[in-house]
């Protein structure tokens, strides 16, 4: 490196050397839980085995450590206590949408009175300015505003303002990368320790009986009821009170601390619902059986006083004699079962899942914590919590008032059972159990994880243990039911002997009370009896014999004992138990001894010299034993002389069953056998050798060996994982160390390995055992990652090493030994020979033990078979390195794998990431022995090991292409091998050679190129692999960030120092646009970063299945990069962050290219102000990409009416594959730190170079990002996530969208302000709900976060959104001053502004506004002229965002807005000396924010306009001007439009008189079209958002009538439609716009009709969109009238995409009308009329309101009378009951009264024959009708023949559906119905009725029952028949009732008729059940035909005269005239 400059290196050396070795080689000691480690018992010469378990438990672990990991953490953020207080240093941002939330007031219950609208058809707008402007005080204004300063000046001054106080980190304002993209890290595995379950801790808190005479104890365990099996050692304790405990002093010799334990901890590690505590009760031995002693704790209680006062000091003192004489003996008493279910809750214990997931070596947990090493909860893996045991866990007191009594003949286990069992079911013993009352009080609770005061089951004090002794809690331990697969790491070695059954049935007779005394004997004479077995409570602690609880009276007894005893660790063959079997005899005999020897049996502890366990019947010797019978087995003892005497013939008698719990004896044959040929290796042992029961020699030596290895893996699953360590150990030890067996050589390395990879694959296939989430067995992982240590070769010792006496030094710390041996860097071996022959004369530390091992006599040589003596390669002390001659570990290792075949090679390669952990290991280690660390890296390692990686790289990789290429699919698996690959190469990255390992890397990603044709799964593999790399701490320098471009090396290179470079000031030579692009150079040059930009970039542009996951993967790699280098202590300096920047300029060139492909984030969240939800992940996936519009944009348009830059339009129209948000909103955090990053003068540099094109994309990407770091405020409580189909969505949005489909750039990014964008296209897919989501989706998440944390949430990310923004505006300044030199300015300026505007319309903080004002101005004092001539659609945008912040409630944000509007409206003035224009544009905006009113405040607004006049009047330069008295103008005429805002307020509550004013202030600018249609869509909004769907869609017709009169005018095109006529199918209300006409407005006028919809896509826009409203509302045959218009406009513009949609659209309302058919709904009508001088001028109004379909009348009755109750109060408020005209002299001038009445269209008959259909019947209605019965006495109801009826027809101002809901009333007329009338009319419907069921198709029998019963049916009250006896009867008097009479008779006929027909019809659809029915049916029918057949056949003669003239013009004069009052007739007639 030495011609680098020195800056340069000085930065390189900054981040980290390179020539520094990164790993470290690091002994840790042993995390123990006890304060002495558990050894075994002092001064004993262990096994050769023994000695090995206990190194292995207790050496140190060995870690490869990498030095600087952690210094690049991305989570640096999270895991650095500096940054822990990160949010404290930052600034609180001010958002305007929060200070509104804290101060909005409540609107105010009570009544309000309602403000009456006066005059609801008046035409004039309301002027009724209140208030005089001038009263107000205008705001702060800014000093300098008005002074004149350059330009430059002023942009300087704005950027220093914008440099100072900003963020220095981005990336610690952004949330970090999600779990699921997060680089793949190694978890660090879990360190191996003792399995411990879910513990819980139970105190024994009381134990009483009702009566208290004499000692009892207590012994606890767990019983599984399910799998009928003991869970845990049993736990002794007692209660009993000094006085008892003294009644047995004789017995006890001393009291040991660790007995008096009162509270046990238990471990399960399987809990279920099936767990019972068992408590059993003995008592000392008495006379008498189990219910005789128990009788006297039944019937006596100890309350009673008196006589059993007596009774119990009787009891006492007997008990006292039974102590004393037979205080060492027991008998059962009582017990009692206590359920844990409810602690280990059913509810959450699946078995099968949770807990054996969890606990069995499954990582033990790794995997479950997802290993977010943060959340380690503790070095504790299983908490009961995670098991769902604890949830509801507390600390439970249990109190059980009833024992049961122990029956003396079912004592067994066996027994036990069947109770618990029968207990579980009926939670009862009671009918065959006696119970005993007394008290047991137990607390329950979970086991804290540090327990002070606790003693292992070995009884090993457990930290902490404090001085002060306090009674301890013990540790009991668990017997699993399942297998535990968690290797040994302590000592423990324990016996456990169950004594079950003794069978003297057929002895002689003194055996009764039989007792058995059990010892561990090391020899035969009776002092030979160890005190190992442990004592019970109140006692010692290790006893020398126990006896076992005595039966009273029974021959053949059970036991139920349980003895523990602590196996020496040295077992010879003299050992064994001894059970001596007595007879007691409880009643005390003058004389007599106790005791009576009834005979022997004893068990051996070692069988072949190994431990005997299991179930055992053993006979019984009835005399004294012979010498040496512990040599033999009971059974099979040799014959005696004198023989032996055996109870029952040597059978049998004796059942016992004895249990190991051993980290020592393997009990397992394989692991046996292996264990023990390894060691007759190792140590001297004498030939033929015993192993088991075969005998080998020392020439089968080596074949047995072999055998054992190969068979080690059919060993039980259980035991081998126990013993993995050591196995594993033993494995590599074999592997390695040269043998000589017999003389001859041995070389076990290929079995050795094959048995590692044999044990490595049933580790991985075990369903038991946990793995990683990359799959990786855990045990493994943690053997390698703490346990595995290089082979350390045995060395024969030469005699000169004498013995040096030493203290016992066997547990030497087998960490490093004093330095004077060895250099500290000599990685210690488990024994290190002090006595190297180089060393003479320096005897330090001569081991014991090494001479045990090795001998140190020379003359032992002539031993045949041991280790070659391979001579280590430590330095000696003379530091002169010795020739090496061994094989070294980690070549071995290389060549297995390469040689390796068949089977074993597929294993290999299968778990490789386990042999490269191995290689990495090793090689660390051997780097850190030979200390190479001062040599070059290329020479460090041989080249044939070289080549061996090489081979290994090469073929693990084209076993991940096979596997992906197989038809299988495999792809997980190759996942797993491709992450284990890359972390290889990672660590080779520190300690090889890098240009090698580089060389590797291009290998890699060759050889996959070429095997891989599926481009998605070949990214995604290569990415995931440089993710990897690119994560190494020194990636930078790997990279060579600091190297310039001319003279860099080109990469792979082998190394730096070689190389020449110059310094990095040349810059400026190069062509800086090609610093942004990813040229062969860079890739060359930096290596790694240019590997991941071209992934990156193949990711963006492919296609295929799947790609957007590899995408988010590409994306999320560089984010984790950037934000690890920006988060990096080392990168803090900013010309380092400079340097870095430069270095990933080529993403800015991919992420230009990507443009089409990032998601759009404008079009997600709709812009409603502070409720704005955020833009839901429910549209991720890419439905509101850039889609269409871009495209078509992209494509080039058709249409381009005034665009501002052409955007992106050279590329060639492709349908890309469109990012989600997040991967987008990563993406441009990237950009933007680089744009924050980089210097800035380059930049500059390259945009001026840029083509305008460039530049354009370049603005667009910024747009983008502006809405992409919107901030999104704080959750509150009352959001609620974004609904799915938002129909509400500003429809005005929508439609800009509609309209600006096809309009270029410009419309392009319009529409991307839009924020309903893809309609409705959220569902089409229904994406996952993304949980995981940061502050993005807080709205969401918003659940158990505590404030303070929300708060902090959004403080951070208040910070992130303005830092955000203002480096988008840094980069908006530097294109400006770079593009001022170019002559593109104008284009690029309309960019710029749409960025601002966009930036303007989210949700800033007042830091931001105050910055993007300042550049706005700069921009209108720099290219005004431009502006206000170009940029007239931006101009009216920016206005609009203007007024909108200058009605804002923060000072700040207000004065800025007002400044810049004035300036804005002065320069306009300046450039075209009249700003009509912008006078438009203005009170246009305002219109529109009015219209929208929901967070909108009038006073701010009003201040502003204030502060707008005072700069008007201050401004001296323009006093000159007609200007001051403009502005004033305008500003008067915006005060008047904010009138209507207020009044807007007042009926916010009352939505049909909101409608109205809206309704009448559209109307009051019929001669502004701007305004009216803005207002008009403002309508519609608000129709939609009450879901009057129909109705905004007429708002729309109206506004798009109002379009198309304008186009009319301007150009006569035969396509456009002509002015509104053209609209009258959709509705005859149009016609309303043709008030438009050449004398109120010309066209060409400046600033009028300029709006974006005065256009033919606007008016497109508008049509579609209310097309679109139409189908929703369901009115599909309109949205054909309305495509009819659209149409011919496509195809004139030959737009085939739209049309395509269209007809699609056509398509689907045509299916909707064919299928819905009659269930359509549409409105129903009522008639509301007002009453009363309360309702101001709507007082005797009537209106017809159109409510939604199937609204009843009291719903809308409920309706109104709620709101006016409200508004007058509810005893002023009532609703007229009935339909009759209203008589206002009798109503109550004080109330408000309204009538109701439902009201049907009414049609003409001749209207009938047009209005054929269901649709017709109910559109375009302007005449409704109701109905009102009377009788001319006055009731309602009368007979036949007095029944009148009012029709009243009531005809509205305009035809529904309209833009309102209800319209007044014009016209009413009445008709009266004489009854004949009424009848004819009720005829007429009958027949009717009956016409449509007989011909509805299909037939529906039930309908058609129904309405012949009403028919024909005999009881019909006021039927048929009576209506024709009382009119038709006889003919009337009255001639003018004639043509009635005749009129009924014709009636009748043909209701006669359609009842025949009726009837047939049925006949054909009955079933054979109705047969009779039909009967009936037809005979009714034919009753009333005949009776009504002379009345039908009669007719009146004088009818067929003519009697009246008929007026020929009148049309269906008849039917008109029999409406009118008979008298009117008669005068017309006569």
């Known amino acids: 490196m030495t011609h680098l400059n020195s800056l340069d290196v000085e930065l390189a050396q900054e981040l980290g050397e390179f020539t520094e070795d990164d790993l470290d080689v690091v002994f840790t000691p042993k995390e123990c839980r006890t304060l002495q480690p558990s050894l075994p018992e002092e001064g004993v010469e262990l096994d050769p085995h023994v000695r090995d378990c206990v190194q292995t438990y207790i050496r140190e672990w060995l870690i490869v450590n990498q030095k600087h990991q952690g210094s690049s953490e991305t989570c640096g953020f999270k895991k650095t206590g500096s940054r822990k207080d990160f949010h404290k240093t930052l600034q609180k941002q001010t958002f305007e949408s929060e200070t509104l939330e804290c101060s909005e007031p409540r609107a105010q219950a009570g009544p309000r009175h309602v403000n009456v609208l006066c005059d609801v058809s008046g035409k004039g707008p309301l002027t009724a300015c209140d208030f005089d402007l001038r009263s107000l005080q205008p705001d702060q204004r800014l000093e300098n505003l008005l002074q004149h300063v350059s330009a430059e000046d002023f942009e300087k001054q704005n950027e220093e303002a914008r440099r100072t106080n900003r963020q220095a980190e981005l990336f610690a304002l952004y949330p970090s990368v999600d779990e699921e993209d997060a680089v793949e890290i190694r978890p660090v595995p879990e360190c191996p320790k003792e399995h411990l379950g879910n513990r819980i801790l139970v105190k024994l808190l009381t134990l009483k009986f009702e009566i208290e005479i004499e000692p009892l104890f207590a012994s606890i365990a767990l019983y599984d009821v399910k799998e009928r099996k003991k869970i845990s050692e049993s736990f002794h304790c007692d209660l009993n009170s000094d006085q008892f405990k003294g009644f047995l002093r004789a017995h006890t010799p001393s009291v040991a601390l660790s007995s008096q334990a009162r509270s046990a901890v238990f471990s399960v590690t399987y809990p279920s619902s099936d767990i019972y505590l068992v408590v059993k009760i003995e008592k000392v031995l008495q006379q008498g059986e189990i219910g005789d002693c128990a009788e006297p704790y039944m019937v006596i209680k100890e309350s009673d006083g008196g006589k059993s006062k007596e009774k119990i000091e009787k009891l006492k003192l007997q008990a006292e004699s039974f102590c004393q004489r037979l205080g060492k003996y027991r008998m059962p008493f009582a017990w009692a079962p206590i359920s844990l279910a409810s602690f280990f809750s059913v509810s959450t214990l699946d078995r099968e899942v949770t807990d054996v997931d969890s606990m069995v070596g499954r990582s033990s947990v790794g995997e479950r914590r997802t290993l977010s090493q943060s959340r380690r909860l503790s070095e504790r893996a299983l908490s009961l919590e995670e098991n769902g045991v604890g949830s509801n866990f507390k600390t439970t007191t249990m109190t059980i008032n009833s024992f049961f009594k122990q029956e003396g003949d079912r004592l067994s286990d066996e027994d036990l059972f069947k109770f618990l069992a029968d207990y579980k079911r009926s939670s009862s013993l009671q009918r065959r159990v006696k119970s005993i009352p007394g008290l047991l009080r137990l607390e329950i609770s979970l086991a804290p994880e540090v327990i002070n005061c606790c003693l292992t089951p070995e009884l090993l004090p457990v930290r902490p243990f404090p001085e002060n002794r306090t009674r301890p809690h013990k540790e009991v331990l668990e017997f699993p039911i399942r297998e535990v697969y968690v290797p040994h790491t302590v000592y423990r070695n324990l016996l456990y002997v169950y004594p079950q059954r003794l069978n003297f049935a057929n002895k002689l007779a003194s055996a009764r009370n039989i007792t058995i005394k059990i010892q561990f004997m090391c020899g035969e004479d009776a002092s030979s009896a160890m005190p190992v077995i442990f004592g019970k409570s109140n006692g010692p602690e290790f006893l020398q014999e126990v006896y076992t609880a005595i039966t009273y009276h029974n021959k053949s007894p059970d036991f139920y004992e349980e003895v523990k005893i602590k196996l020496p660790a040295k077992l010879t063959v003299n050992h064994h138990l001894l059970f001596t079997f007595y007879h007691i005899s409880c009643q005390q005999k003058q004389g007599a001894s106790v005791e009576s020897l009834l005979g022997y049996s004893w068990l051996p502890v070692l069988l072949n010299e190994r431990l005997q366990t299991g179930s055992y019947c053993l006979p019984v010797a009835l005399e004294k034993l012979p010498p040496n019978y512990s040599m033999h087995s009971a059974e099979k003892v040799p014959v005696q002389n004198p023989p032996i005497k055996w109870a029952e013939g040597h059978k049998g008698v004796f059942n016992i069953e004895v249990q190991a719990v051993s980290s020592v004896h393997t009990q397992d044959n394989h692991l046996e056998k292996f264990f023990t040929l390894c060691h007759s290796l190792e140590s001297q042992v004498t030939f033929p050798i015993r192993v088991l029961d075969q005998k080998i020699t020392e020439t089968a030596l080596e074949h047995e060996l072999k055998l054992s290895i190969i068979c080690l893996n059919s060993s039980r699953l259980e035991p081998l994982v126990l013993f993995l360590h050591l196995v594993l150990d033993k494995l590599f030890q074999l592997s390695v160390q040269p043998m000589v067996i017999a003389g001859q050589t041995a070389n076990f390395s290929q079995f050795a390995f094959e048995s590692v990879v044999a044990i490595a694959n049933s580790l991985h296939n075990s369903k038991d055992l946990g793995k990683d989430q990359h799959g990786r067995n855990c045990l493994l992982a943690s053997y390698v990652h703490y346990v595995f240590r290089l082979p350390e070769l045995q060395r024969e010792l030469p005699k000169s090493g004498g013995p040096a006496a030493l203290p016992d030094p066997r547990y030497h710390t087998y960490g490093r030994t004093s330095a004077a041996a060895v250099s500290s860097k000599l990685l210690q071996a488990r024994v290190m020979s002090s006595s190297n022959p180089d060393l003479v004369g320096t005897h330090c530390a001569a081991d014991e033990e090494v001479k045990n091992i090795m001998s140190s006599k020379i003359a032992d040589r002539n031993r045949m078979s041991y280790y070659c003596s391979g001579n280590n390669d430590a330095p000696c002390a003379t530091g002169a390195p010795r020739p090496a001659s061994k094989k070294h570990f980690h070549e071995e290792l290389a060549l297995q794998m390469v040689v390796s075949t068949g089977m074993v090679r597929e294993t290999v390669f299968k778990y490789a990431w386990f042999f490269f952990e191995l290689l990495v290991k090793s090689m660390a280690q051997y780097v850190h022995t030979v200390d190479k660390r001062d040599n070059f890296r290329r020479t460090r390692f041989s080249d044939r090991f070289k080549d061996d990686i090489t081979t290994i790289v090469n073929v693990v990789t084209s076993e991940i292409a096979a596997l992906l290429v197989k038809p299988t699919k495999?792809?997980?698996?190759?996942?797993?091998?491709?992450?284990?690959?890359?972390?290889?190469?990672?660590?080779?990255?520190?300690?090889?050679?890098?240009?090698?390992?580089?060389?590797?890397?291009?290998?890699?990603?060759?050889?996959?190129?070429?095997?891989?044709?599926?481009?998605?799964?070949?990214?995604?593999?290569?990415?995931?692999?440089?993710?990897?790399?690119?994560?190494?701490?020194?990636?930078?320098?790997?990279?060579?960030?600091?190297?310039?471009?001319?003279?860099?090396?080109?990469?792979?290179?082998?190394?730096?120092?070689?190389?020449?470079?110059?310094?990095?000031?040349?810059?400026?030579?190069?062509?800086?646009?090609?610093?942004?692009?990813?040229?062969?150079?860079?890739?060359?040059?930096?290596?790694?970063?240019?590997?991941?930009?071209?992934?990156?970039?193949?990711?963006?542009?492919?296609?295929?299945?799947?790609?957007?996951?590899?995408?988010?993967?590409?994306?999320?790699?560089?984010?984790?990069?950037?934000?690890?280098?920006?988060?990096?202590?080392?990168?803090?300096?900013?010309?380092?962050?400079?340097?870095?920047?430069?270095?990933?300029?080529?993403?800015?060139?991919?992420?230009?290219?990507?443009?089409?492909?990032?998601?759009?984030?404008?079009?997600?969240?709709?812009?409603?102000?502070?409720?704005?939800?955020?833009?839901?992940?429910?549209?991720?996936?890419?439905?509101?990409?850039?889609?269409?519009?871009?495209?078509?944009?992209?494509?080039?348009?058709?249409?381009?009416?005034?665009?501002?830059?052409?955007?992106?339009?050279?590329?060639?129209?492709?349908?890309?594959?469109?990012?989600?948000?997040?991967?987008?909103?990563?993406?441009?955090?990237?950009?933007?730190?680089?744009?924050?990053?980089?210097?800035?003068?380059?930049?500059?540099?390259?945009?001026?170079?840029?083509?305008?094109?460039?530049?354009?994309?370049?603005?667009?990407?910024?747009?983008?990002?502006?809405?992409?770091?919107?901030?999104?405020?704080?959750?509150?409580?009352?959001?609620?996530?974004?609904?799915?189909?938002?129909?509400?969505?500003?429809?005005?949005?929508?439609?800009?969208?509609?309209?600006?489909?096809?309009?270029?750039?410009?419309?392009?990014?319009?529409?991307?302000?839009v924020p309903g964008n893809d309609r409705f296209s959220c569902l089409s897919e229904n994406l996952r709900w993304k949980k995981e989501q940061t502050h993005w989706r807080q709205a969401n998440e918003k659940l158990d976060k505590t404030k303070a944390e929300l708060d902090q949430e959004a403080l951070i990310s208040g910070n992130l959104a303005t830092e955000a923004n203002l480096i988008i505006l840094d980069m908006q300044e530097n294109i400006i001053q770079a593009s001022s030199a170019l002559d593109c300015k104008d284009s690029l300026l309309g960019g710029v502004l749409r960025v601002l505007v966009n930036s303007l319309s989210c949700d800033q903080s007042t830091t931001y506004l105050t910055h993007c004002f300042a550049t706005l101005r700069a921009l209108i004092a720099k290219f005004g002229d431009l502006l206000f001539e170009e940029e007239v659609e931006q101009c009216a945008d920016l206005c609009q965002r203007v007024l909108h912040h200058c009605s804002s409630s923060m000072d700040v944000t207000?004065?800025?807005?007002?400044?810049?509007?004035?300036?804005?409206?002065?320069?306009?003035?300046?450039?075209?000396?009249?700003?009509?224009?912008?006078?438009?544009?203005?009170?246009?905006?305002?219109?529109?924010?009015?219209?929208?009113?929901?967070?909108?405040?009038?006073?701010?607004?009003?201040?502003?306009?204030?502060?707008?006049?005072?700069?008007?009047?201050?401004?001296?330069?323009?006093?000159?001007?007609?200007?001051?008295?403009?502005?004033?103008?305008?500003?008067?005429?915006?005060?008047?439009?904010?009138?209507?805002?207020?009044?807007?307020?007042?009926?916010?509550?009352?939505?049909?008189?909101?409608?109205?004013?809206?309704?009448?202030?559209?109307?009051?600018?019929?001669?502004?079209?701007?305004?009216?249609?803005?207002?008009?869509?403002?309508?519609?909004?608000?129709?939609?958002?009450?879901?009057?769907?129909?109705?905004?869609?007429?708002?729309?017709?109206?506004?798009?009538?109002?379009?198309?009169?304008?186009?009319?005018?301007?150009?006569?095109?035969?396509?456009?439609?002509?002015?509104?006529?053209?609209?009258?199918?959709?509705?005859?209300?149009?016609?309303?716009?043709?008030?438009?006409?050449?004398?109120?407005?010309?066209?060409?006028?400046?600033?009028?009709?300029?709006?974006?919809?005065?256009?033919?896509?606007?008016?497109?826009?508008?049509?579609?969109?209310?097309?679109?409203?139409?189908?929703?509302?369901?009115?599909?045959?309109?949205?054909?009238?309305?495509?009819?218009?659209?149409?011919?406009?496509?195809?004139?513009?030959?737009?085939?995409?739209?049309?395509?949609?269209?007809?699609?659209?056509?398509?689907?309302?045509?299916?909707?009308?064919?299928?819905?058919?009659?269930?359509?709904?549409?409105?129903?009508?009522?008639?509301?009329?007002?009453?009363?001088?309360?309702?101001?001028?709507?007082?005797?109004?009537?209106?017809?309101?159109?409510?939604?379909?199937?609204?009843?009348?009291?719903?809308?009755?409920?309706?109104?009378?709620?709101?006016?109750?409200?508004?007058?109060?509810?005893?002023?408020?009532?609703?007229?009951?009935?339909?009759?005209?209203?008589?206002?002299?009798?109503?109550?001038?004080?109330?408000?009264?309204?009538q109701i009445t439902f009201v049907e269209p009414y049609f003409d008959e001749y209207e009938m024959k047009d209005r054929v259909t269901y649709f017709e019947k109910n559109f375009n209605l302007r005449r409704f009708m109701y109905t009102t019965p009377f009788t001319l006495e006055g009731r309602p109801r009368g007979e036949l023949h007095e029944q009148y009826r009012r029709n009243t027809v009531l005809t509205t101002m305009h035809a529904f559906p309209y833009i309102k809901t209800r319209i007044s009333v014009i016209q009413k007329e009445e008709f009266v119905l004489t009854p004949i009338e009424v009848a004819i009319e009720d005829m007429k419907k009958k027949t009717l009725q009956l016409a449509v069921a007989v011909h509805q198709e299909p037939p529906d029998a039930k309908m058609l029952q129904m309405v012949l019963q009403g028919s024909v049916g005999a009881t019909v009250n006021q039927g048929p028949l009576e209506v024709a006896q009382v009119f038709l009867a006889e003919i009337p008097a009255d001639p003018k009732l004639y043509r009635h009479h005749n009129k009924l008779r014709l009636c009748f006929k043909e209701f006669i008729m359609r009842c025949g027909e009726a009837v047939e019809k049925n006949k054909r659809l009955i079933t054979a059940d109705q047969r009779e029915y039909q009967q009936e049916l037809k005979k009714n029918y034919n009753k009333l035909k005949e009776n009504l057949r002379p009345m039908i056949e009669r007719k009146i003669p004088e009818l067929y005269k003519p009697i009246f003239r008929v007026e020929s013009q009148k049309r269906d004069s008849f039917h008109r005239s029999s409406f009118r009052k008979c008298e009117t007739q008669l005068s017309q007639g006569s």
């Open 970 to 1313: 495999e792809n997980e698996q190759a996942e797993k091998i491709n992450i284990s690959l890359a972390f290889f190469l990672y660590d080779l990255l520190s300690l090889m050679d890098r240009g090698f390992v580089f060389n590797l890397i291009k290998h890699y990603c060759n050889q996959l190129s070429a095997k891989l044709n599926n481009l998605p799964t070949l990214i995604s593999m290569r990415l995931e692999f440089l993710r990897i790399l690119c994560s190494h701490e020194h990636y930078l320098n790997l990279n060579l960030f600091f190297m310039n471009a001319d003279t860099a090396p080109p990469s792979p290179c082998p190394s730096i120092s070689s190389q020449n470079s110059s310094s990095c000031s040349s810059f400026q030579d190069q062509k800086i646009a090609s610093m942004f692009d990813l040229t062969p150079e860079y890739r060359q040059q930096h290596f790694l970063t240019g590997l991941l930009f071209t992934e990156l970039a193949a990711a963006l542009d492919a296609e295929g299945e799947g790609i957007s996951k590899v995408q988010r993967k590409a994306v999320s790699a560089i984010h984790s990069l950037l934000s690890s280098h920006d988060l990096d202590p080392r990168c803090v300096k900013p010309e380092v962050k400079v340097k870095i920047a430069a270095l990933y300029l080529p993403l800015v060139g991919i992420i230009l290219d990507a443009l089409p492909q990032l998601y759009d984030f404008t079009a997600t969240d709709a812009r409603g102000g502070k409720n704005r939800t955020s833009g839901s992940d429910e549209e991720q996936e890419g439905n509101s990409a850039i889609n269409q519009n871009v495209a078509l944009a992209i494509a080039g348009n058709h249409f381009n009416l005034k665009t501002s830059g052409t955007m992106l339009s050279s590329l060639p129209y492709k349908q890309y594959n469109v990012l989600n948000a997040d991967t987008t909103r990563n993406l441009m955090i990237c950009f933007l730190w680089i744009m924050k990053n980089a210097d800035q003068s380059l930049i500059r540099k390259w945009i001026a170079d840029l083509p305008s094109m460039q530049l354009n994309r370049i603005l667009d990407l910024l747009f983008i990002c502006v809405s992409c770091f919107e901030y999104k405020g704080k959750p509150s409580s009352d959001k609620v996530s974004t609904q799915v189909l938002q129909k509400s969505r500003d429809v005005k949005a929508r439609l800009e969208e509609a309209l600006l489909r096809g309009e270029g750039a410009r419309g392009e990014m319009m529409r991307r302000r």
């Open 1454 to 1794: 207000r004065s800025q807005a007002c400044a810049t509007l004035y300036l804005l409206m002065r320069f306009s003035f300046g450039a075209i000396s009249n700003f009509a224009r912008v006078k438009m544009q203005v009170t246009m905006s305002l219109a529109s924010l009015v219209g929208k009113a929901s967070d909108f405040n009038e006073e701010h607004l009003r201040r502003s306009l204030r502060t707008i006049l005072a700069y008007a009047e201050e401004d001296k330069a323009m006093q000159s001007t007609p200007f001051p008295i403009q502005v004033e103008e305008l500003l008067y005429n915006l005060n008047s439009i904010l009138y209507d805002t207020v009044k807007m307020r007042e009926f916010q509550e009352d939505p049909e008189m909101l409608m109205d004013l809206m309704y009448r202030i559209a109307k009051s600018y019929q001669t502004s079209p701007d305004l009216r249609l803005t207002w008009l869509q403002n309508m519609a909004e608000k129709h939609t958002k009450k879901k009057c769907y129909t109705e905004a869609a007429m708002c729309l017709v109206h506004a798009a009538a109002l379009v198309a009169e304008y186009l009319s005018m301007l150009e006569d095109h035969s396509y456009l439609p002509v002015g509104s006529v053209s609209f009258q199918n959709i509705s005859s209300n149009v016609l309303e716009e043709s008030a438009v006409s050449d004398d109120t407005l010309s066209p060409d006028e400046d600033g009028v009709c300029s709006g974006r919809y005065f256009t033919e896509s606007g008016l497109v826009g508008l049509l579609e969109q209310a097309a679109e409203l139409f189908s929703t509302g369901g009115l599909y045959e309109t949205v054909n009238e309305v495509y009819k218009l659209v149409i011919p406009i496509l195809e004139a513009h030959r737009d085939f995409r739209k049309l395509t949609s269209t007809h699609d659209k056509l398509q689907k309302a045509f299916d909707s009308i064919i299928s819905k058919g009659h269930k359509r709904m549409f409105g129903t009508y009522f008639r509301v009329g007002f009453y009363g001088s309360k309702f101001g001028d709507l007082d005797e109004q009537e209106f017809v309101y159109k409510e939604p379909a199937i609204t009843k009348l009291p719903e809308i009755s409920h309706r109104l009378e709620g709101f006016y109750s409200q508004c007058f109060g509810a005893e002023f408020v009532e609703v007229i009951k009935d339909s009759a005209p209203v008589d206002k002299t009798k109503l109550d001038p004080n109330k408000a009264y309204i």
